[in-house]
């Protein structure tokens, strides 16, 4: 009998404890929620970086119009400025890119898988999937060594070895980024 009257008085406390630790687990899994900040920003900061180097690249083609009217020595720099700020457009684009991977990626892994991405079948982008943290981490490292890729290309472009010193280093900066290349294509195929 006395084992029966200790069940009934730990029952409601049960119960209170069930009820309490509902509630706060309930608030746990939805503070999930707050990473909705990071993927808005993430996503607004995509559309500005495409945003302003869309308008750099009209900038720089709007200075092209100019170019059959220069002598040699001016259409050779301005050809060589054009260069460089095509290979930025291309680094700003990467970087919007990057913006927004990383921006479907947390929506992806903290909140909900994008249905429209799943509906796509075939058609759809399968760089846009994510499944994993890792498999975050992997993309965004990749759009990260193509910024830096293009980054080195842009320097590149101006440098102009003088002595044999300089131009090893140059050879040995090209290598490690065919390196770099070479190894972020062989994690890839691993997958």
Request: hydrophobic share 50%.
């Amino acid at each position: 009998m006395s084992d029966n009257h200790e069940e009934a008085s730990k029952a409601p406390e049960n119960k209170v404890q069930g009820v309490s630790e509902r509630v706060f687990e309930s608030a746990l899994w939805n503070s999930r929620f707050v990473v909705l900040v990071a993927v808005i920003a993430s996503l607004f900061t995509a559309f500005a970086v495409f945003y302003t180097t869309a308008i750099d690249v009209f900038y720089t083609i709007s200075h092209l119009s100019h170019y059959h009217s220069l002598d040699d020595a001016g259409r050779a720099l301005l050809k060589a400025q054009t260069v460089a700020h095509a290979v930025g457009a291309v680094d700003g684009f990467l970087l919007g890119a990057i913006m927004l991977i990383f921006s479907l990626g947390l929506y992806e892994l903290f909140i909900s898988k994008i249905d429209a991405a799943e509906e796509g079948g075939k058609d759809a982008s399968k760089i846009l999937m994510i499944n994993s943290l890792d498999d975050l981490k992997d993309k965004l490292a990749k759009v990260i060594v193509m910024i830096l890729i293009v980054m080195f290309f842009e320097q590149a472009i101006f440098l102009k070895p003088a002595e044999p010193l300089e131009l090893l280093y140059y050879a040995l900066a090209i290598m490690m980024v065919s390196l770099a290349l070479y190894l972020s294509h062989k994690s890839s195929s691993k997958h």
